[in-house]
């Protein structure tokens, strides 16, 4: 994309176009439309007054990103926020047991079901640690190692918490197909790995 | 979904369970390279554990893939914003 000189210009097409974007990170970061209403607010304008410093040529949305992570933290206590979570290997998680308790026949109702609700619900249901996760990897589609630097993680721990997310979903949605009678409630005890 | 088509490969030198779990995410998102991405196919479109995890790993990624969308408040968003940025001065639309 050709930089545009004019600094009202340049932040219309390199910041604001990633509005819809902020404002659902925004809001996984708040879980409340008008508490995300407020952050994006407060995100815009702290990257307009420091626009200056922004590198153009860098990931303009990452940039936001950070600055409405950062804006969050400032402004929610932390303790009321985070739920401590463990930083596995993505090794020592893979060799986790793991009940699926989803046999063939259940998946399948699963997968021809319309789950926008159910993973919307599960999503915001993570700990944030890994609702942020989801919402930049998932959602966002950032690169690992984007996320990782808006996070100020290791990439590798991206990964785990992706992966921990991932399982984290689908018992949530296995919940989501016993409540909804598409699994039986004794699923979980037909297959595990 | 694996569809059972792709469960009928013909034998073939495979990985073990851990192993396949380990990369089972990188397969179902793409970014094993080519010859990771087949040992772990051949693996669970044959191992009774691993086919149905892939099944369920492939459904969570179409749902969350469902729920990328534009937020339903983005004119209102929009508007608070401008209307703060421009009360620091920025003239842009």
């Given at each position: 994309?050709?930089?545009?000189?004019?600094?009202?210009?340049?932040?219309?097409?390199l910041a604001l176009r990633w509005l819809p974007d902020v404002t659902r990170f925004a809001h996984s970061l708040t879980r409340n439309e008008s508490d995300a209403e407020d952050l994006v607010q407060e995100t815009y304008l702290r990257a307009w007054r420091h626009w200056d410093s922004f590198r153009v040529g860098s990931e303009a949305r990452a940039w936001l990103f950070t600055?409405?992570?950062?804006?969050?933290?400032?402004?929610?206590?932390?303790?009321?926020?985070?739920?401590?979570?463990?930083?596995?290997?993505?090794?020592?998680?893979?060799?986790?047991?793991?009940?699926?308790?989803?046999?063939?026949?259940?998946?399948?109702?699963?997968?021809?079901?319309?789950?926008?609700?159910?993973?919307?619900?599960?999503i915001a249901a993570l700990p944030e640690a890994f609702r942020e996760v989801v919402e930049l990897v998932e959602l966002q589609e950032l690169p690992y190692a984007e996320a990782a630097a808006v996070l100020e993680i290791p990439v590798g721990t991206v990964r785990s918490r992706l992966f921990r997310a991932r399982r984290l979903l689908q018992t949530s949605l296995l919940e989501y197909a016993r409540d909804a009678g598409l699994a039986p409630v004794h699923a979980e005890k037909e297959s595990s790995q | 979904m694996i569809t059972d088509t792709d469960r009928k490969t013909?034998?073939?030198?495979?990985?073990?369970?851990?192993?396949?779990?380990?990369?089972?995410?990188d397969y179902l998102d793409g970014n094993l390279d080519s010859v990771n991405e087949a040992e772990v196919r051949a693996?669970?479109?044959?191992?009774?554990?691993?086919?149905?995890?892939?099944?369920?790993?492939?459904?969570?990624?179409?749902?969350?893939?469902?729920?990328?969308?534009?937020?339903?408040?983005?004119?209102?968003?929009?508007a608070g914003v401008l209307s703060r940025l421009r009360a620091e001065g920025y003239e842009g639309s």
């Open positions: 994309m050709e930089i545009p000189v004019d600094k009202h210009v340049a932040f219309h097409d600055i409405a992570r950062n804006a969050w933290r400032k402004r929610a206590p932390r303790d009321a926020r985070l739920v401590a979570v463990e930083d596995d290997t993505l090794q020592a998680l893979a060799d986790e047991h793991f009940p699926l308790g989803a046999p063939n026949d259940v998946l399948q109702r699963l997968s021809d079901a319309d789950l926008r609700p159910a993973i919307h619900q599960a | 013909p034998d073939m030198p495979s990985l073990d369970c851990g192993a396949a779990v380990r990369m089972l995410w693996h669970v479109t044959r191992c009774s554990h691993c086919f149905p995890h892939a099944n369920f790993g492939q459904i969570v990624i179409d749902a969350m893939a469902q729920v990328r969308n534009t937020p339903d408040n983005e004119a209102t968003v929009r």
